[in-house]
C-alpha cells in the first residue's frame, strides 16, 4: 500500500494526529509520496474521497498525485477527490453555485484595462515622473489584488509609490471603471475566481474533513485568505521555504514561515532523505542556500550511493562561444536528449543556446518564454470562437478588433458598444439587423479634467468613401460605418467580420469552427499582419523570407488547435479546457529549454544552467524593482537541484555586442566553484548598500 513505501519521517507526516501539519519537504524529499500516502491513511481511517480537498499548483500534479492514489485505491475512488488549482477549484464550486462564469486569463484583461484607460489624459498634471502605461498600471493592480487585504486601490498607490501620488486618483478611477465593465458583462479573471470563492467559504461549509496544500511556500496573501476562509477541521500542508520563488507574482515567504505562530499547537515535520540528486550536487545547493536565514532547521542526507561526478563550472571567453559550446557538448552527450534540460534567468539566454542547438540540428523544446496558448494567433481564434458563444464578451471583441489598422483599443469598444446599441443589446442584431433609424449610436464621452477625461469625439462620418469596396448592399446601410476615426482598411475588416459570423452560423462542433475561422478572410488579414510585424527589420523593411517562415510557424499552430478541438462537442467545454488547462499543455521534443520558474517541480539526469554572471543570475536589474537576493539564491537553488547526474553551470567573460565585461555569479563563488577575491568582496559591499 502507499503507506508501506514511506521512509520513517515520510510515515511520521502521513498519519499524523494532530490538526495542523506542516511538511518542510525540500527538493527531492519525496513531498508527492508523502501526500500521496496521507490521503491513503485518510482514507483508510474513514473519510470519504469528496472530503478530501487537494489544492496544487498545477492542474497536472493534481492529476498525477490523484493517478497515484488510484493505483491503491481504484480509479472510482481516486476521481471523487476535489483536486485541483486555486483557481480550479474555485472554477468549479462557483459553477457548482450556478454563478455566472466568464473566465478570462489575466494577461487577456489588459485589452480591457486599457480600453478604460486610453480615454484618460496626464497632460494637465504637472509631476516629476511620467505616469504608469496602461500594460505596467494593470500589473500593479494585480499584485495589490494579491498581497493588499486592507487599503484601497488610491491609498495604496499613495504609501507604496509616493511620487505618483498625484495620478493616484485617475488610476484609482480607472480600476473602477474596469471592475464595472468586468461585472456589467460578467467577467472574471483568476483573482476574482479566489475572491468569489472565498465568500461561498464564509458563508456555508463545504464539506471537507481535510484540506491539503502543496507548495505551500508560494501562496499569496489572497489564497492564504481563501485557506482561512474554508476554515477546515485538519489542514496538511506541504513546501519548502528554500523554492519560494513567486514574489514577483505575490507568494509570500512568511505565510510558511509563521505557520507555528498561527497555529500554535501544529506539527512541523521535516523531510531530509534526499532521492534525487548525487551527493556533489546537493553539497552545491546547500553551500549556497545556507546563505539565507534559516526559517526551519533542516539537514539533508542523500541516500544515492552510486558513484558520481563533481558539478563541472564552464568558463567561455565569449557570450555566444558558450551557446555554441555548450550545444556541442550536448551533441556529444551519451545522455537522451529528453533527459537533458538547459535552464535559464532570462529569455535571452534561452534564444542564444535555442539558436545553438538548432544549428547544429539538435531538437528541443521550450517552457518559460511564449506558449502555444500565448501567442497572438490562437488567442485571436479563440476570441472569435468565444464571440460566436457569447456574444456579450466585449473582451473578445476588442482584443480582435485591435488587429485592424487603425484600430486601438478604446476605439473597438466604441465600435461594440454602438453595435450594442443598433441592436438593442446584441451585437449581431446590431451587425445584421440594426436599427437604422438611429442616426448616432455612439455614446456621448463623459467629461472629468480631474479625472483625466476629455471630449475627443468628432462629428459622424460620410459611408460614401466605402462605395467601391465591394461591400454588401445590406452591410453598407449599417449606421456603424459613421464612426470618423474608420478607415476602408479597418471597414473592410469589420465588413469581413461581417461575413465570417454569418458562415459560423448554426455550426455545432468544435473543430468546424476551428478550421472556418483560420479560412476566413479575415483569419488571413490577422496572419498576414502578425507575419509582417514579425518579419520587419528595424530599418522599417520587411523581409519576405522571414515573414514566409512565419506564416508557415502559423499555419503549424493552427493545425495543431484543430487537433485539440477534435475530442470536443461543445463549445463551453472546449473553451473552458484552452482556457484553464493551457498552462499544463505542451508541444515538441528534444532537449528541455526552461526558465528557472518552469523547471520547479522536474528533474533531469543532466543539467546546464547558463549564463552565471552577475547581473543576469542573479539578475540585479529585478533586484531593484523589488526583488531580493534571497529570492534570486532561491531561485539558483532550485534550478540546481533539479539534477539527478550530471550538473554543468556555465558563464562568459564578454559581450562583444555591447561591448560589455563580466564577472561570475555571486552564487559561484559561494558555492566553492571561483575563489573569493576582491570582486566578491565589494559584490558582497554592494549587496549590503541594497
Known amino acids: 500500500m502507499a503507506l508501506s513505501r514511506l521512509n520513517k519521517e515520510q510515515y511520521a507526516a502521513a498519519t499524523s494526529t494532530c490538526q495542523e501539519n506542516l511538511i518542510i519537504a525540500s527538493a527531492g524529499t519525496g513531498k508527492t509520496s508523502t501526500i500521496v500516502g496521507r490521503i491513503a491513511y485518510l482514507l483508510k481511517s474513514g473519510v470519504k474521497p469528496q472530503e478530501i480537498l487537494l489544492l496544487t499548483f498545477t492542474n497536472k500534479a493534481a492529476a498525477e498525485m490523484v493517478a497515484r492514489v488510484a493505483e491503491f485505491f481504484g480509479r472510482d475512488v481516486a476521481l471523487k477527490i476535489d ?45 516629476e515622473v511620467s505616469p504608469y502605461g496602461g500594460n505596467y498600471l494593470y500589473d500593479l493592480y494585480s499584485f495589490y489584488q494579491n498581497t493588499e487585504l486592507e487599503n484601497d486601490f488610491e491609498n495604496w498607490i499613495r504609501q507604496n509609490y509616493e511620487e505618483h501620488e498625484q495620478f493616484a486618483l485617475i488610476y484609482a478611477d480607472v480600476v473602477d471603471e474596469f471592475e464595472a465593465l468586468k461585472k456589467e458583462y460578467g467577467f472574471l479573471n483568476f483573482n476574482d475566481l479566489l475572491l468569489n470563492f472565498r465568500d461561498i467559504c464564509k458563508t456555508q461549509d463545504l464539506g471537507y474533513k481535510e484540506v491539503l496544500v502543496d507548495e505551500y511556500q508560494d501562496t499569496n496573501a489572497l489564497q492564504g485568505t481563501l485557506i482561512d476562509a474554508m476554515n477546515p477541521p485538519s489542514l496538511f500542508c506541504v513546501g519548502d521555504y528554500d523554492q519560494s520563488i513567486y514574489a514577483f507574482n505575490g507568494a509570500d515567504i512568511s505565510i510558511i514561515g509563521s505557520f507555528s505562530t498561527k497555529f500554535p499547537h501544529a506539527k512541523v515535520h521535516t523531510l531530509t532523505k534526499n532521492y534525487r540528486s548525487t551527493l556533489p550536487i546537493l553539497s552545491l545547493a546547500t553551500k549556497v542556500i545556507e546563505h539565507n536565514d534559516r526559517i526551519y532547521p533542516k539537514n539533508l542526507e542523500v541516500t544515492r550511493n552510486s558513484t558520481s561526478q563533481p558539478p563541472k563550472l564552464l568558463v567561455y571567453d565569449e557570450l555566444f562561444d558558450q551557446y555554441h559550446a555548450m550545444a556541442a557538448q550536448i551533441r556529444d552527450s551519451q545522455t537522451p536528449h529528453e533527459e537533458i534540460a538547459v535552464i535559464f534567468r532570462n529569455n535571452s539566454s534561452a534564444d542564444g543556446i535555442e539558436v545553438g542547438l538548432r544549428e547544429i540540428g539538435i531538437p528541443c523544446k521550450r517552457k518559460g518564454g511564449t506558449s502555444f496558448f500565448d501567442s497572438r494567433e490562437v488567442k485571436a481564434v479563440l476570441d472569435l470562437y468565444t464571440l460566436l458563444v457569447n456574444e456579450s464578451d466585449m473582451m473578445a471583441f476588442i482584443h480582435v478588433f485591435e488587429f485592424a489598422r487603425g484600430i486601438g483599443s478604446a476605439m473597438a ?77 479597418s471597414a473592410t475588416f469589420l465588413h469581413n467580420f461581417y461575413i465570417l459570423y454569418r458562415n459560423l452560423k448554426g455550426i455545432k462542433q468544435p473543430k468546424i ?8 478572410e479575415l483569419f488571413k488579414y490577422i496572419a498576414d499582419n502578425l507575419s509582417t510585424k514579425r518579419a520587419t527589420l528595424k530599418d522599417g523593411n520587411v523581409n519576405e523570407k522571414q515573414k514566409s517562415e512565419s506564416l508557415i510557424r502559423i499555419q503549424r499552430k493552427m493545425l495543431l488547435l484543430e487537433e485539440l478541438s477534435k475530442p470536443y462537442n461543445e463549445h463551453e467545454r472546449f473553451l473552458n479546457a484552452m482556457i484553464l488547462g493551457s498552462s499544463d499543455l505542451t ?31 542573479p539578475n540585479r536589474k529585478l ?24 550538473l554543468c553551470l556555465s558563464y562568459a567573460k564578454y559581450d562583444k555586442i555591447k561591448k560589455q565585461n563580466f564577472m561570475p555569479s555571486q552564487f559561484l563563488y559561494e558555492a566553492g566553484l571561483v575563489p573569493k577575491d576582491e570582486a566578491y568582496r565589494n559584490l558582497v559591499l554592494k549587496d549590503m548598500d541594497i
Open 83 to 127: 483536486a485541483g488549482t486555486f483557481h480550479a477549484v474555485s472554477y468549479r464550486w462557483l459553477k457548482k453555485q450556478n454563478k455566472k462564469v466568464v473566465l478570462k486569463q489575466q494577461r487577456e484583461l489588459k485589452t480591457l484595462f486599457r480600453s478604460v484607460f486610453e480615454k484618460r489624459s496626464f497632460e494637465h498634471i504637472e509631476a
Open 413 to 489: 469598444k466604441e465600435i461594440y458598444l454602438a453595435l450594442k446599441n443598433l441592436g438593442q443589446g446584441s451585437i449581431f442584431y446590431g451587425l445584421y439587423a440594426p436599427d437604422e433609424s438611429m442616426k448616432n449610436p455612439f455614446e456621448k464621452r463623459k467629461l472629468n479634467h480631474q479625472l483625466g477625461l476629455f471630449d475627443d469625439f468628432l462629428e459622424l462620418g460620410a459611408v460614401g468613401k466605402y462605395a467601391k469596396l465591394g461591400f454588401e448592399a445590406k452591410f453598407m446601410k449599417n449606421p456603424i460605418l459613421k464612426h470618423p476615426k474608420l478607415t476602408k482598411e
Open 513 to 520: 469552427i476551428v478550421k472556418k475561422v483560420v479560412q476566413s
Open 587 to 617: 508541444q515538441g521534443e528534444g532537449v528541455n529549454l526552461l526558465s528557472v520558474h518552469a523547471s520547479k517541480g522536474l528533474e533531469y539526469k543532466e543539467v546546464y544552467v547558463v549564463d552565471l554572471m552577475d547581473g543576469r543570475f
Open 623 to 646: 533586484m531593484l524593482r523589488g526583488g531580493s537576493l534571497d529570492e534570486e539564491r532561491r531561485l539558483f537553488y532550485v534550478a540546481v537541484t533539479r539534477a539527478k547526474d550530471i
